[in-house]
């Protein structure tokens, strides 16, 4: 069973950083895209951040500049590095993955379980 397990969000103040980690286990697949989404209080999810297989990154407008996403292939390992921090990026953090079995060509996605960040003023 595949399993997607999120460290590192917690309680910072402004201008300071947290670094996310999102781990696949349960899986001998290949992982294409990885994504960072967030849901503030009250609102919808959002996207925050891609990375393809092949190293290629895009942010929201409203993280570019002080997040960074970034991936270790062998480990399965999805990072998301925030810097500057804002009150409004206060949220739950979810990872996801998506993966293609060998010789596959229909892929599968998998969600972390949300990791939840708070930053005050």
């Known amino acids: 069973q595949v399993q997607l397990v999120e460290s590192g969000g917690g309680l910072v103040q402004a201008g300071e950083s947290l670094r996310l980690s999102c781990a696949a286990s349960?899986?001998?697949?290949?992982?294409?895209?990885m994504r960072w989404y967030r849901r503030a209080p009250g609102k919808q999810r959002d996207l925050v951040a891609v990375i393809s297989d092949g190293g290629s990154t895009n942010y929201a407008e409203s993280v570019k500049g002080r997040f960074t996403i970034s991936r270790d292939n062998a480990k399965k390992i999805v990072y998301l590095q925030m810097d500057s921090l804002k009150p409004e990026d206060t949220a739950v953090y979810y990872c996801?993955?998506?993966?293609?079995?060998?010789?596959?060509?229909?892929?599968?996605?998998?969600w972390g379980q949300g990791t939840q960040v708070t930053v005050s003023s």
């Open positions: 996801n993955m998506w993966t293609r079995a060998p010789g596959a060509i229909l892929q599968s996605t998998y």
């Open positions: 349960g899986t001998t697949a290949s992982v294409t895209t």
